[in-house]
């Protein structure tokens, strides 16, 4: 069983930089591929980025790339995700997500999901 808690959201200015966060409970984070996703406003919850378990494959929506990066510290149970150059449509509610399959984290098919954390970006 995996919990987590997402945080680091909040109201920036277009150009500006966030960095996220979700912590997560249970002893077996280090075996499970982590992601983050994003809902806008009318939406469909869409993929952003995720990482293996040992951080050595990264993947990025084609939207974010060169701007966000996946990382995580299996010690701290920690995976984070740092937002560079933020654009109004960057703004939705990010989600943290867990399985032990990253290919099935990618797909949004993940076993466990945050709550999510309000990322706004005025321009």
């Known amino acids: 069983q995996v919990q987590l808690v997402e945080s680091g959201g909040g109201l920036v200015q277009a150009g500006d930089s966030l960095r996220l966060s979700c912590a997560a409970s249970g002893r077996t984070f280090s075996s499970y591929a982590m992601g983050w996703f994003r809902q806008a406003p009318g939406k469909e919850r869409e993929f952003v980025a995720a990482?293996?378990?040992?951080?050595?494959?990264?993947y990025y929506a084609d939207s974010v790339k060169g701007r966000f990066t996946i990382s995580r510290d299996n010690a701290k149970n920690t995976v984070d995700l740092q937002m560079n150059s933020l654009k109004p449509e960057d703004t939705a509610v990010y989600y943290c997500?867990?399985?032990?399959?990253?290919?099935?984290?990618?797909?949004?098919?993940?076993?466990?999901w945050g709550q999510g954390t309000q990322v706004t970006v005025s321009s």
């Open positions: 997500a867990a399985d032990p399959n990253v290919q099935r984290v990618r797909a949004g098919r993940g076993d466990y």
């Open positions: 990482i293996n378990w040992r951080s050595s494959i990264t």
